[in-house]
């Protein structure tokens, strides 16, 4: 049987398709705590150290986990990340990458041989993707701001479009430029990895 939503050695953080596609996905692993019974779609997930992030998961992913998920277990849920800054992450869930049906492993992500079909897709537990524009730099607190959109240039821009506070230095020379960031999440802090600037000065376009 197979009812997860991200299947085998599918990825569960897909390659892009357009070099300007915004997007902020990442994959953790822990056990998801609802707020209580009656109340499945909002609660915490606590990772393997015992960080709790508040959380609520959306759509399919709801169908999935009250059909299928035993909450006594870790799972590698995929989310959407948001924040106020850099204290304070909130998640929403819309999968769960799961192999474990398809290849009899223990249901128990802590197991190599499940690191190692992430690191076939170069992943990692806690990575984020974030792609959207550089809207602003505090280089006193080396932090940045990466406003991203659900579909680049839409008229509703603005209404569409929410900001990211992550914990790293880009150049203020950038300002405006649309870049890709690798992200590692450390509690409830998303810290810049890497970035690469895809194209200078987008605020013209929008």
Known sequence: MSF????????????????LQYRAIGIICGKFTPIDSKHLNRGSLIDDKGEKIETVVLGKALSL?????????????????????????????????????LNDFSNDCSKANF?????????????????????FVNAKKKEIVIRICSVSKIKNFKNKSFKLVIKGEIPIEFINSFVSLDINRDGNTLKLIRYEVIEKDISRDN
């Open 4 to 19: 997860q939503i991200f299947n085998m050695l599918k990825n569960p953080i897909p390659k892009v398709t357009n070099q």
């Open 65 to 101: 986990l009250k059909k299928h998920i035993d909450l006594k277990k870790n799972y590698y849920w995929v989310v959407y990340p948001k924040n106020k800054n850099t204290q304070n992450l909130h998640l929403q869930v819309v999968g769960i990458w799961d192999p474990y049906q």
């Open 115 to 135: 690191s190692k079909l992430l690191e076939e897709l170069d992943l990692k537990d806690n990575y984020f993707s974030v792609r959207g524009e550089l809207v």
